[in-house]
């Protein structure tokens, strides 16, 4: 979520979350068991919404060990659940992720003999995945409720070859102001991943409304609020907005897997998918949002290939009154292959490629 944390900090803001921070690639906010499957129904931006058990710094093991070990583990994990252990350390004094995972797992068991008074733990119920994160000698520990991450909306069991993530999709949704009247375009549309997200939001289908969560399971969660959350975003859905998309691609074969993945979604009907080159495109109506993901050398293409698409785009992408185009690439001469100036740059992260997002809506 590296470039997208102020989307997510107001996304999370609207849902009714308090307390909300963005920091580098992680936002902090606080709320109740409503407020956490809330936002893992409905956000189209985060990956993973974690429950954040202690932070503190450590500069040892034996200061891992004790300062894991104080943490009220037992609120959350019951006697017989599982609580495997993963994490990232990046520049600090404890640099061995295996070591690190079998101190704080020790830990935690130690703790919970104290509350449970059991000397073995069968490990046969619900899971509680815990996950560290050691940056600079600090170290965040915290309970992971969602499972899977949050971009497995459950449409897209295929993709083309070089797919964008649906977060990152519904990031260029949301940097594109789309809404439920919209028309959008994506001339590069591949699996369809751009438009079903931009479908979704103007229907205000929730993402994650029809998958399961790791809190599915949980003992502490009621299942009344899950319920109620479920119904009320179920609820909200809307099906008569005026909303439409139009995809094409060259590749028939991704353009099939784009339709699939449109009905899986339940928003086949606001979509529209046909054979074309990008050299043929044209934004038909008075009022378009063209977004898109185009292939580059990293990905699908040789440089030379991506270059030339590029300079196409730019003799495509027409300035209209009532049109804007958003490109992201990691291209840094984009602007002079496309023979404009953005008016509008930001910085993103497509996996791990840096990329630009180059907006157009003068």
Same mark, same amino acid.
């Given at each position: ?33 409503? /407020?956490?499957?809330? *936002? ?58 295996? &070591? ?6 020790? *830990? ?7 509350? #449970?008074?059991?000397? %073995? ?20 520990? $915290?309970?992971? +409720? ?24 519904? *990031? ?10 919209? !028309?959008? #375009?994506?001339? $590069?549309?591949?699996?369809? +991943? ?26 502490? /969660? ?10 009320? *975003?179920?609820? &909200?859905?809307? !099906? &008569? ?60 293409? !040789?440089?030379?290939?991506? +270059?030339?698409? #590029?300079?196409? $785009? ?12 958003? %490109? ?20 993103? #992260?497509?996996? +791990? ?10």
């Amino acid at each position: 979520m590296l470039g997208i944390e102020g989307l997510l900090a107001n996304e999370l803001r609207f849902m009714g979350a308090e307390n909300v921070t963005a920091e580098n690639g992680r936002v902090f906010f606080e709320g109740d068991e409503h /407020i956490l499957v809330r *936002a893992n129904i409905k956000s189209r931006l985060a990956e993973r919404i974690l429950i954040v058990m202690g932070i503190f710094k450590a500069f040892s093991f034996d200061e891992l060990f004790e300062k894991t070990k104080a943490l009220e583990w037992d609120i959350l994990i019951g006697k017989n659940d599982k609580f495997p252990v993963a994490g990232r350390s990046l520049d600090s004094k404890l640099t061995s992720i295996p &070591d690190c995972q079998k101190i704080i797992k020790k *830990a935690i068991v130690e703790k919970m003999k104290q509350k #449970y008074n059991i000397q %073995i733990f069968p490990e046969t119920g619900s899971t509680y995945q815990v996950r560290f994160l050691i940056l600079k000698n600090s170290v965040i520990l $915290m309970i992971d +409720t969602s499972g899977t991450g949050l971009h497995k909306r459950g449409y897209r069991e295929n993709a083309n070859d070089a797919p964008i993530k649906e977060t990152l999709a519904a *990031a260029l949704v949301e940097l594109s102001k789309v809404r439920s009247s919209h !028309t959008v #375009y994506d001339p $590069m549309c591949g699996s369809g +991943t751009i438009l079903i997200e931009a479908a979704m939001k103007a229907m205000n289908i929730a993402p994650g409304l029809n998958r399961k969560f790791a809190f599915d399971d949980w003992k502490n /969660i009621d299942k009344a609020v899950i319920s109620s959350e479920r119904q009320t *975003a179920h609820a &909200d859905i809307r !099906t &008569d907005c005026e909303f439409i998309g139009f995809g094409s691609d060259i590749d028939k074969f991704a353009l099939r897997t784009a339709i699939e993945n449109a009905e899986k979604a339940g928003v086949k009907d606001k979509l529209r998918f046909e054979k074309k080159d990008i050299k043929d495109f044209v934004a038909s109506n008075e009022y378009a949002t063209v977004i898109c993901n185009p292939p580059y050398g990293e990905r699908l293409l !040789t440089a030379s290939e991506a +270059t030339k698409i #590029y300079k196409t $785009m730019g003799n495509v992408f027409i300035p209209k009154p009532h049109h804007s185009y958003t %490109i992201i690439t990691p291209e840094d001469s984009f602007e002079q292959l496309f023979g404009r100036k953005a008016d509008k740059r930001r910085k993103l #992260y497509n996996g +791990t490629i840096p990329c630009q997002v180059y907006m157009y809506f003068r």
